[in-house]
Nanobody, 118 residues
Framework: QVQLEESGGGLVQAGGSLRLSCAASGGTFGLFIMTWYRQAEPGKQHELVARISEGGTTTYADSVKGRFTISRDNAKNTVYLQMDSLKPEDTGVFSC???????????WGQGTQVTVSS
């Protein structure tokens, strides 16, 4: 069973930075496609923020291009999301998702709250 644990959220002023981490346990991390999602409000749809493939190819939502950077450290079974130039509209619960290419199962972390004040 794969477990994901996010950390690094918090309260920051607009223009500031945060770095989120998502540590995985179980499974073969190198075969996971890792994605960060944001849920702006409870009950709203999760929006894709950034994705990194098992080979390191990255994808970003248009709203975060040039401000956020996703990376992974396979030796540490961890994916990161560096968030710079944060805006109030970035506020939400950020969750990481792992898609296992071998089993096609997917897993979610519990999420970490990011609040950007104006």
């Amino acid at each position: 069973q794969v477990q994901l644990e996010e950390s690094g959220g918090g309260l920051v002023q607009a223009g500031g930075s945060l770095r989120l981490s998502c540590a995985a346990s179980g499974g073969t991390f190198g075969l996971f496609i890792m994605t960060w999602y944001r849920q702006a409000e409870p009950g709203k749809q999760h929006e894709l923020v950034a994705r990194i493939s098992e080979g390191g190819t990255t994808t970003y939502a248009d709203s975060v291009k040039g401000r956020f950077t996703i990376s992974r450290d396979n030796a540490k079974n961890t994916v990161y999301l560096q968030m710079d130039s944060l805006k109030p509209e970035d506020t939400g619960v950020f969750s990481c998702n792992a898609f296992d290419l071998r089993s096609t199962d997917q897993y979610w972390g519990q999420g970490t709250q990011v609040t950007v004040s104006s």
